[in-house]
């Protein structure tokens, strides 16, 4: 099983602020690691996917980065709307052993 | 606009049996691999099962197996999760989501209780 670590568990920013999420693998998963946004009461939203590539529509101010078992979420000029938990996922073993780290949770500061 | 949407959750007793239903709209279900997904209270997200598009493959998580089942219907644009022998640990939000490996569309999940 693949055990995903996120950290920290809660970043304190203000907004136009930039946050850095880290997501670490206890193995190499590759590029196979996708991000998620997700708000209360809400459906996850795919940010990032293949480590670095931004999914359709999401803005600029979101960049992933990293490989094997170090990956980061940089979100730039924080905005108010961007205040949400954040998962990563590896998908470089499938089925699925171990997929989701435990979420890092963006707030105001 | 594509769209994911659950239904069929409740208050359920220990040891009961529930039918969660996905409806997909906005895209060609056929085509598309599915997933189910869970989020307990306070918790993050807990990958259950995966199908292929024509049914034919099936994953379970280690956890579910032998308890839940997957299964869609392409004519109706519609997935489903059988869960059977449910736990009070089995409470939590269930997620349909599209994908394989990763899912890029998910819906706002359906909520299941499990308490006596």
């Known amino acids: 099983e693949i055990v995903m670590t996120q950290s920290p568990v809660t970043l304190s920013v203000s907004p136009g602020e930039t946050a850095t999420l880290s997501c670490r693998a206890s193995q190499s998963v590759g590029n196979n690691l996708v991000w998620y946004q997700q708000k209360p009461g809400q459906a996850p939203r795919l940010l990032i996917h293949?480590?670095?590539a931004r999914a359709t529509g999401i803005p600029a101010r979101f960049s992933g980065g990293g490989s094997g078992t170090e990956f980061t979420l940089t979100i730039t000029s924080l905005q108010s709307e961007d205040f949400a938990v954040y998962y990563c996922?590896?998908?470089?073993?499938?089925?699925?052993?171990?997929?989701f780290g435990q979420g890092t949770k963006v707030d105001f500061k | 606009e594509v769209q994911l949407v659950e239904s069929g959750g409740g208050l359920i007793q220990p040891g009961g049996s529930l039918r969660l239903s996905c409806a997909a709209s906005g895209f060609t279900f056929y085509n598309y691999e599915m997933n189910w997904v869970r989020q307990a209270p306070g918790k993050g997200l807990e990958w259950i099962s995966y199908?292929?598009?024509?049914?034919?493959?099936?994953y379970y998580a280690d956890s579910m197996k032998g308890r839940f089942t997957i299964s869609r219907d392409n004519a109706k644009n519609s997935l489903y999760l059988q869960m059977n022998s449910l736990r009070v640990e089995d409470t939590a939000v269930y997620h349909c989501?599209?994908?394989?490996?990763?899912?890029?569309?998910w819906g706002k999940g359906t909520t299941v209780t499990v308490s006596s």
């Open positions: 989501a599209r994908g394989i490996r990763y899912m890029d569309v």
């Open positions: 996922q590896q998908y470089n073993n499938w089925p699925p052993r171990g997929t």
């Open positions: 293949t480590a670095s």
């Open positions: 199908i292929s598009s024509s049914g034919s493959t099936i």
